[in-house]
């Protein structure tokens, strides 16, 4: 038995490394919650989880009152069963935000040190599909940017040889976006993927007309054009336009995303380990979702999900989103428009520890 002898928490605000909007929100900082867990053969694993500004205390408190207290003693190895405790203890605050978001964090703390004891990569140990995945950009297509800064992200990134490209949608007029879009797509021509992001903001009408609008322009997809709880919009949604229908990045268990799936209102999966409470439960979605032949592509988080996506057959694209690089030695490797999977044992970040603490505000 490999017991946990210690796990502690901390949390460090991250500004952000460039101004993000989208149609309903800013940004603001990445909050992200460390746990390290420490073992009886002295082992440790370091595990994380985020958000955007807002919980963060809340998350930390919740692992240092409750979850950390429960993992001393645990087998470390038990990878499922110390979630599944870990989640059947706190049933009066699940489904929700707060509590995966402190389930990731230990999640990916296990299998740090999981894949750091056997000596092999996490894109390896949760699957070993393929090292190299493809990369798309959002950093070039946030709602502020010009039409004319929009068309010159696209172009850089055509240019890098990046197969995709990322825009926000969600202006205050349908006219806005169409114009937006068009000038993006003559600019790059056929050959490259465009998606569209409405970040939940669209009543199912609006959407329904704005996906009318779109069809024209090729789009590789039109993600979280509703609300993520309306799954009857989005099956509506998914059976009447041609446009590929991408949600996730605002669902927080497993069982959503079988409904979704189910239901056919989920036309590619954006599951993001940390809102869906880890690596073990984002491994359940993608293996889910390979059942039902839809493609993942997770939300954010590229520094981790880099790894996952090359674990499974069904990963098609991971997201540039740089927001770790002042935390960490090195950045993620690009080769010919494909984001590698780090091939050292472990989750594959290289924390740099004096610029985490820092940093660290709790
Ligand atoms: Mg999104």
Same mark, same amino acid.
């Given at each position: 038995m490999i017991e946990i002898v210690d796990a502690v928490a901390w949390l460090v605000d991250l500004e952000v490394e460039t101004v993000r909007t989208d149609a309903v929100q800013s940004f603001v900082k990445q909050e992200t919650v460390f746990v390290e867990v420490t073992t009886n053969d002295g082992n440790k694993g370091i595990g994380y989880s985020y958000t955007i500004g807002t919980g963060g205390t809340s998350v930390l408190a919740m692992l240092r009152e409750h979850l950390l207290p429960r993992l001393i003693g645990a087998d470390a190895a038990l990878v499922e069963r110390v979630w599944f405790d870990l989640f059947a203890s706190t049933r009066a605050t699940t489904v929700g935000a707060i509590t995966s978001l402190a389930l990731a964090a230990v999640d990916t703390a296990l299998w740090d040190l999981r894949c750091t004891r056997a000596g092999e990569p996490l894109w390896r140990l949760a699957g070993g599909f393929r090292p190299k995945v493809p990369l798309y950009d959002t950093e070039g297509g946030w709602l502020h940017l010009s039409t004319d800064e929009l068309v010159a992200g696209a172009r850089a990134s055509q240019a890098a040889g990046w197969p995709g490209v990322k825009l926000k949608v969600g202006k205050p007029r349908l006219d806005e976006d169409v114009e937006r879009l068009t000038a993006v797509r003559d600019a790059v021509g056929a050959g490259m993927d465009i998606m569209v992001d409405a970040n939940q903001s669209m009543t199912q009408a609006e959407a329904r007309r704005r996906a009318a609008a779109f069809e024209p322009l090729g789009l590789s997809w039109f993600e979280e054009p509703l609300p993520a709880d309306d799954v009857a919009g989005h099956e509506a949604l998914a059976r009447g336009t041609a446009i590929p229908i991408a949600v996730g990045e605002s669902m927080y268990s497993v069982a959503q995303f079988r409904e979704y799936l189910a239901r056919g209102a989920a036309s590619i999966v954006q599951v993001d380990a940390a809102r869906v409470g880890g690596i073990t439960p984002w491994l359940k979605v993608a293996h889910t979702a390979e059942a039902f032949n839809v493609h993942v592509c997770p939300h954010f988080l590229m520094e981790l999900h880099v790894s996952l996506v090359a674990a499974? @057959?069904? /990963?098609r694209y991971v997201e540039h989103i740089p927001q770790l690089r002042a935390i960490t030695h090195g950045q993620m490797r690009i080769e010919d428009g494909h984001a590698v999977a780090p091939?050292? @044992? /472990?989750? /594959?970040i290289d924390w740099d520890f004096d610029a985490i603490d820092d940093r660290r505000v709790a």
């Open positions: 499974v @057959p069904n /990963g091939d050292t @044992p /472990g989750i /594959g």
